[in-house]
């Protein structure tokens, strides 16, 4: 793939990845549909951001409140899941990608957190980028969680609460992608978006491709971080 012209500069982006649902509703096909080739999308994007140099890629893939959705089409997306990380653990360890997984995962079927742990034993001494998964991520829940064990250890301060976040060890936040033409986080990385850049896209996630993400790295290339100043 040919890099970008203009260099990503952004070290780590996220990704609210929006509109698989509508994506399968305009082809008269079910919601699974969407979810699948949305699935295929996440393969193409996790390799092109590896590619155009990315240290960090964030997906929320599944947050605390999809819950509410249909019990099928929550076991649907759970059986993707476990597809995508047994299909691509191998390509992710072979090109030096370290898998984390943020949110309260834990809470997921045993068979699933195991699968997802080990994932992530195999990958953690990988050094090139890290591709971060949310799974059952709620940003106020981590906040709350963040917060709790700050203050159990005596800090209340940015530092200690930052060291606490699901986050911790990555680089800061530059970035956040979302796609479907929605312009809201979505209870989504609250406290490392503070001062991340923000770019909405009308692409569905399906039809989301390598060069709708660089298109958006070379805006954000072309945007002035003041960070509060002049």
């Given at each position: 793939m040919t890099p970008p012209d203009i260099p990503p500069l952004a070290r780590h982006v996220a990704i609210i990845m929006d509109g698989n649902g509508r994506w399968a509703k305009k082809r008269l096909?079910?919601?699974f549909a969407g979810h699948k080739a949305g699935v295929e999308t996440?393969?193409?994007?996790?390799?092109?951001?590896?590619e155009m140099g990315l240290e960090a890629l964030t997906l929320y893939a599944f947050s605390s409140e999809n819950w509410k959705r249909p019990a099928e089409e929550v076991s649907d997306l759970m059986g993707l899941l476990k597809h995508f990380i047994q299909a691509d653990i191998d390509e992710f360890d072979a090109n030096n990608v370290r898998l984390k997984i943020i949110g309260h995962y834990q809470a997921l079927a045993p068979e699933l957190v195991k699968l997802l742990d080990e994932a992530v034993a195999r990958t953690a001494g990988n050094t090139g980028s890290t591709l971060a998964v949310a799974l059952n991520y709620g940003a106020q829940d981590e906040?709350?969680?963040a917060a709790q064990a700050a203050a159990a250890a005596g800090d209340i301060s940015t530092e200690a609460i930052e060291a606490h976040l699901y986050t911790a060890g990555m680089p800061p936040l530059d970035l956040i992608i979302r796609t479907s033409g929605e312009q809201r986080l979505s209870n989504f990385l609250l406290w490392q978006a503070a001062y991340a850049e923000l770019y909405f896209t009308d692409i569905l996630w399906p039809d989301f491709t390598p060069k709708h993400l660089e298109k958006a790295l070379?805006?954000?290339?072309?945007?002035?971080?003041?960070?509060?100043?002049?």
């Open positions: 096909l079910p919601r996440v393969r193409k994007i996790a390799r092109a951001a590896r906040l709350v969680r070379e805006e954000f290339a072309h945007r002035n971080r003041r960070y509060g100043g002049l």
